[in-house]
Structures are given as C-alpha cells and as structure tokens.
C-alpha cells in the first residue's frame, strides 16, 4: 500500500475513534478543516510536523499513522 493512503486511513480511523470530526481534529491542530479531509483523502502529502500536530490530539505516537492495522498486509 503507498505510504500517504495508509496515512489517511489511518489518520481518519485515529480520528473516528476518538470521537473526533474532522473541524474538531483540525481546531486541536491548528490546522484547516480541508487540510485533514485532504491528508485522509490522499490529495494531501503531510510534513512529519504536521503528523505530530496530528497525533498529539489523538493520543498516538506519529508513527503509529505508518503501521498498517492488524490482519491488514504491509
């Protein structure tokens, strides 16, 4: 799998497990709205900067939006 979709499903799986909209995430990140819907889309190639400011609302490490889920091939 390429690298930026397996960030954004990761990204939007995070997000929807937190309880999180995307405006939401976005207002925690300091980010826009249309920049998180892009990263989940693929449209978007995110900066590691921009990973951590994503993770920390989360509650994930950055990497952990590079590790495919379990029972899911690299």
């Given at each position: 799998?390429?690298?930026?979709?397996?960030v954004g499903q990761n990204l939007k799986r995070f997000r929807e497990q937190a309880g999180l909209s995307q405006?939401?995430?976005?207002?925690?990140?300091?980010?826009?709205?249309?920049?998180?819907?892009?990263?989940?889309?693929?449209?978007?190639?995110?900066?590691?900067?921009?990973?951590?400011?994503?993770?920390?609302?989360?509650?994930?490490?950055?990497?952990?939006?590079?590790?495919?889920?379990?029972?899911?091939?690299?």
């Amino acid at each position: 799998m390429e690298i930026r979709r397996l960030v954004g499903q990761n990204l939007k799986r995070f997000r929807e497990q937190a309880g999180l909209s995307q405006e939401g995430l976005a207002f925690e990140c300091g980010l826009h709205r249309t920049y998180v819907s892009g990263v989940e889309r693929d449209v978007r190639n995110p900066t590691i900067k921009v990973l951590e400011k994503l993770a920390e609302p989360l509650g994930v490490p950055p990497w952990r939006f590079m590790v495919p889920p379990e029972g899911q091939p690299n």
